[in-house]
T-cell receptor, first 115, second 109 residues
């Protein structure tokens, strides 16, 4: 079956540009997560949705980062006025349940390079 | 911050068992131990999780000490495709996963 998909897989942006990263979770999955992974580091939590509700955005590094999931399925992570330090792999994960023991299924990530 | 400590890297011969240790001395009673791995250029992949008892599935075994302060992930017959970064995660009653830097396992022929 289809897993979590993300697009684009690679994005190059000039500093100051806005970017939008898309995540298509597994159909029917309630929970959706965004993580940021810098080179050589483990993924770091950014934000979490349960259906369309954004329940936790404590990991978003600045107000330039914005995420939405308006219909409770597809999600978009938007970064405004990109900076070089935003260069990273952005991972999306989805989970069937909203309980703590739900396994998270990850997409392949979007590699963002800001020049 | 991650609540776990893992060795930075390990090697294992193909066909042998890979034993990956993890310390989580501050784990509390309702926290689970999860293991994920990340093969190069892919997203993390769930392996196994446990609370108190040892667990086994088709991928691996998880051995948790009686005091729950440490655990070991066992890949019984490592293959070259098991080369990856392995993350041990203590998961509390929030939904997010808090990754550390993991153990880079290199399986060699």
């Amino acid at each position: 079956g289809a897993g979590v998909s993300q697009s684009p897989r690679y994005k190059v942006a000039k500093r100051g540009q806005d970017v939008a990263l898309r995540c298509d979770p597994i159909s029917g999955h309630v929970s959706l997560f965004w993580y940021q992974q810098a080179l050589g580091q483990g993924p770091e939590f950014l934000t979490y949705f349960q259906n369309e509700a954004q329940l936790d955005k404590s990991g978003l590094p600045s107000d330039r980062f914005f995420a939405e999931r308006p219909e409770g399925s597809v999600s978009t992570l938007k970064i405004q006025r990109t900076q070089q330090e935003d260069s990273a792999v952005y991972l999306c994960a989805s989970s069937l349940t909203n309980t703590v023991i739900g396994e998270q299924f990850f997409g392949p990530g979007t590699r963002l390079t800001v020049l | 911050d991650a609540k776990t400590t893992q060795p930075t890297s390990m090697d294992c011969a193909e066909g042998r068992a890979a034993n990956l240790p993890c310390n989580h001395s501050t784990i509390s009673g309702n926290e689970y131990v999860y293991w994920y791995r990340q093969i190069h250029s892919q997203g993390p992949q769930y392996i196994i999780h446990g609370l108190k008892n040892n667990e086994t599935n088709e991928m691996a075994s998880l051995i948790i000490t009686e005091d729950r302060k440490s655990s070991t992930l066992i890949l019984p017959h490592a293959t070259l495709r098991d080369t990856a970064v392995y993350y041990c995660i203590v998961r509390d009653n929030t939904d997010k996963l808090i990754f550390g830097t993991g153990t880079r396992l290199q399986v060699f022929p």
